[in-house]
Each structure stands twice: as structure tokens, then as C-alpha cells.
């Protein structure tokens, strides 16, 4: 019986009304026995609404420039623009790079991942107007715009950081989803010596705005957890609350990411209180993220960062390995190579789940397109996908 981790007040599709944060708690921290019996009930959740079957995306991964206006300290990514390593591309040259890959390596997805307004600084605005752009959106779009119009099966997804509704609905017509994580929904860590003390916009006021901002502009979006950023159990469990709050009432939710801090080049040393969470931790906070949000949510987990071990996220209730690039690092994370997508298969494959390639954007929204999708990126999407929204066999990569 379940009378101590929370789930005794689940219904039948795993979601309670009003969960208590108490009981998220004693899940976060479940012993042995408790957490088996928490990992079953995510996994049988997982099984009734996707299947046998697990998901993850083919990606380029493309930085257009990591010059960020914030200084999240477990940050590897960031530079200002006069540190050593920042750089900006041109729309016009990182199209070519995708372009040169997408054929090669079948890749349908396009991450676009920059710092947060980098066109806070005079240097960027300088290079931008150089280049016959306004301001960073401006920009973005045009990269964007060439992806959709110069590639033939790529289709991007945006992560750039907070975005006005403004700016959304400027971007929207040219991209299959964005993310925004909500990492820790807690405003203690934009104080003292915290993560967010720097980085005003990781307010989660700002990024709950942005997911809200999303339903209203008709946008699919990703959005997670980031644990090990110095946080409590309390404020790991108030965000997964807020998580489900989210996902029952917003449509645009289309993922929710649980990701592990990991230590790189940068990060190790300036963020004294980040610590990376054992694998446990992730078990539990990825079956605990199962039973919480919309049954219809993916639950996605990164492999990448789980040091050979990411099989045990099926069985704690992941059914997506996120995006997966064969042909580039991961920028975010420099030092955590992802797994090839033939061991992906193998792995997948062990524990009695067939892997197959999903777009940007997840078959539920594609089923809805005319809602949630701009004509161009519609017209493109529909080439590609078999009946049920996932790429076609026959364009899969290998
Ligand atoms: S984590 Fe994102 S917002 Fe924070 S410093 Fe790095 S690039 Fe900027």
C-alpha cells in the first residue's frame, strides 16, 4: 500500500487533483521498497500512453552565440562578449553548416540555443547592425526563415531564453517549438551567493510567464527541471508541483525534462554549492515527474549526462531521450559526450521498447497542426511523418 509516498492519492491515470507537497517530498526521498513501487506505477503510466515505444530527436545542434546578458554559475555555455570564446555566427554561415550536415547525418531538428539577450551589450547590437539587423529577433528569425526555406527536412526548435509574447509570435512562424526550462522554481536562488544571482530573467516568474505566453501564441514548448543547483528537496518538489500545475492547465506543454546538473570546465569551480545528484536521485525525481504531470506530457531525460547508466531512466518512466545529435557536441554540456544512436537502439531495445525518431514537435501537436503550426512549418513537417506523427521509417537515420 502506498500510504506513505503519495500515490495512494493518485487515480487511475496517475495524477492526483491536488497533490501535496509533503508527499512529493517523501517521493523525492523514497527508500528502496517504496521507490520500486514508485517507479512501476510511472512506468505503467508511460506504457498506457506511449507505448512500447521510445522517442528521441535527431538534432544539429547549432549555438548561434553564446554571449549572454546572465551568469547562471553552473553555467559552461556563456561568455561576455569580451572573454576569450565568444563568438557570433552569421545566419547566412551557420545555415551552410547545417545544411552540409542534414543530408549526411538525416537530421530533422535544428537547436538553435543562444545566451539570453545578447543584444544587451553594444558590442553584439554593433555586429548586428553591421549585418543589416535591428536587434537579436530580427536576427534569429533570419537564421530561422533560412533553415525552414534552404533545408530540406529540418525544422528548428528555439532555446533562447525569455522571450516577450511579442517576440514569440515573431518567431512563431518559423519554428516547430520552443524550450524554456523552468529549472528550480525558487527565487532564493537569485540571491546571495546563489546560481541566479546574476540572472535575473531564471525568476520563475519570468519563465512561468513564457510558458503562459506559449499558450497564448499557440506555441509547443519544452520545459524541465534542472537538479543539483544548490536547491532543497522542498523547492525540487514545490517545481515539480508547479510542473503539474502547468501541464493540466496549458495545452502548449508538449515535454518536461528532468536534467541532472553535471560538472564542466567552468562550473566546477564557481559553483561551490551545485553538486551533481546521484542516479538515484534522478530515478526518483524522473518516476515522481511521471506520476505528476498530464499523462500525455513526454517525459524526457538526457542520456548523455547519465555516465552510461541513462537505461534505468526507461524504468523509472522516461519515454524520450531528447534530441540526439550524431554529428555535434553538446554545447551546454561540452565534456558529456552523447551515446551513438546505434547504442541508444541497443539500450532501448534491451529493456523491451523499440526506438523510434520523433521531429521538434510531438505527434499530438502535429495531429492539431492547423492550431499549433505556421503554414511553412506544416507544409514541411507533413513531408516526413507516418500516421501516427513520428518520422517516417523510411527517412530515419541509422
Ligand atoms: S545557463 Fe543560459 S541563461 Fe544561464 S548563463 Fe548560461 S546561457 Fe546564460
Known sequence: MMTTTGTDKMTSTGLSDKPRLDLIVQMLTADCSKLIDIM???????DKHFGKIITYSRKVFIPLTNVCSNDCLYCNFSRRPWEKGAFILRPDVAVELVKKWEQKFKIKEVLVCTGERPDTFAEIREKLKSWGFRNFVEYLCEFLY?????????????????LTIEELKQIRDYTASVGIMLEIASPRLCTDELPHKNSPSKHPKYRIDFIRACERVRIPVTTGTLIGICETIDERARTLLILHSLTMQLECIQEVIVQNYMPGPRSATRCTCCEPPTLTDMVRTIATTRLLVKPDVSVQAPPNLALGAYGVYILAGANDWGGVSPVTIDYVNPTYPWPSIRMLKKVTESLGYELRERLPVYPKFIKNSRTWLSDIVREKVHQIIDDTGLVDKKYEGE
Open 40 to 46: 512501476s506505477q510511472a512506468c505503467k503510466i508511460r
Open 146 to 162: 533560412k533553415v525552414i526555406t534552404e533545408t530540406r527536412y529540418a525544422v528548428p526548435h528555439v532555446n533562447v531564453g525569455y
